[in-house]
């Protein structure tokens, strides 16, 4: 059965509606930016760029590094915008246009995210690059979706514990990352561990500006939670989704983060553009 119109949103040249590219439009290896001026700091290192857009926050250089196809495109902020993104690119990748049906044959697509982050722990300083083994979502977003096979259900019911998680929140999900590419993309400058993702900026990651917070502590019980030696290294606004929805439609994802401050000794960079600069030099020279 063909998929309906109001499902697979087409724009009037063909290209699919939020992020405005054609299936020719993109490689099979992806790098994800939140932020719509870090493209050209990564496509500035290409040796060709053969196709560029932007619609809204999302921003496409699609072009060759060192003989390899790349595409890397900003998100915006945030799992909503994370849930746009990789849907449509699955889409792009999986969906023929014409007949709006799924292929008989399955692309897989690669998914890199370079980020920024805060480090939750003293021993991953600030200027370190952190890869996440594991997203732990905390927003809710992917309960919308049939997730039983991907989870972790025991590290999820040590965090539930741990933080006495109110039942009135959506409950935690625990989503690996890609074997593959963290093999590919591991060194002696890679620090591991546990990223947690939550669903917004202020409230959700423990800020108060006016408004009282449900639990006030979370950030100190997120801090101090230990599965097997598994920490929280990092919290931020996308990588678990990532994780999730590459695992669900077929794909390869890896989450890398430049920490430019550290909460734990409340110490900030002295040079984050620096620190973002390494970490875009150390991913495409992995890709290739």
């Known amino acids: ?3 309906k119109n109001s499902e697979l949103i087409l724009n009037p040249d063909g290209s699919i509606y939020h992020l405005n590219l054609k299936p020719e439009n993109i490689a099979h290896d992806i790098i994800l930016v939140g932020d719509q ?6 496509s500035k290192h290409f040796d060709s760029i053969e196709f560029t857009t932007q619609k809204r926050e999302f921003k496409t250089h699609t072009g060759v590094y060192k003989g390899k196809r790349l595409t890397v495109i900003s998100t915006g902020i945030g799992p909503d915008n994370i849930d746009i993104v990789l849907n449509e690119l699955d889409a792009l990748a999986n969906i023929d246009f014409k ?8 692309a897989i697509l690669n998914f890199i995210r370079v980020g920024t982050s805060g480090s939750l722990q003293k021993e991953v300083p600030i200027d370190a690059f952190v890869m996440s083994t ?6 809710g977003m992917l309960h919308f979706y049939k997730i039983d096979e991907i989870v972790h259900p025991d590290i999820e019911n040590a965090f539930i514990q741990h933080t006495n998680w109110s039942a009135h929140k959506a409950r935690p999900i625990v989503i690996k990352n890609s074997k593959n590419l963290e093999e590919k993309f591991d060194s002696d400058l890679i620090h591991k561990g546990l990223t947690a993702t939550a669903g917004g900026f202020y409230g959700p990651q423990g800020r108060v500006l ?4 449900q639990d006030p502590s979370l950030n100190q019980k997120m801090d101090s939670f230990n599965y097997e030696g598994l920490k929280i290294t990092n919290l931020e606004m996308e990588t678990s989704v990532i994780y999730g929805l590459s695992k669900l439609l077929g794909h390869q994802a890896l989450s890398l983060n430049a920490i430019i401050a550290n909460r734990a000794t409340g110490e900030f960079s002295k040079d984050p553009k620096a620190v973002v600069d390494r970490l875009i030099t150390y991913t495409l020279n992995k890709l290739v």
């Not at 007949?99 to 399955?106: I, L, N």
């Not at 594991?134 to 927003?139: A, C, F, H, P, R």
């Not at 006016?210 to 917070?213: A, G, I, S, T």
């Open 1 to 3: 059965m063909s998929i």
């Open 37 to 42: 001026d870090r493209v050209e700091k990564i």
């Open 99 to 106: 007949t709006r049906k799924p292929k008989d044959s399955h």
């Open 134 to 139: 594991y997203g732990l979502d905390i927003n």
């Open 210 to 213: 006016r408004l009282p917070l």
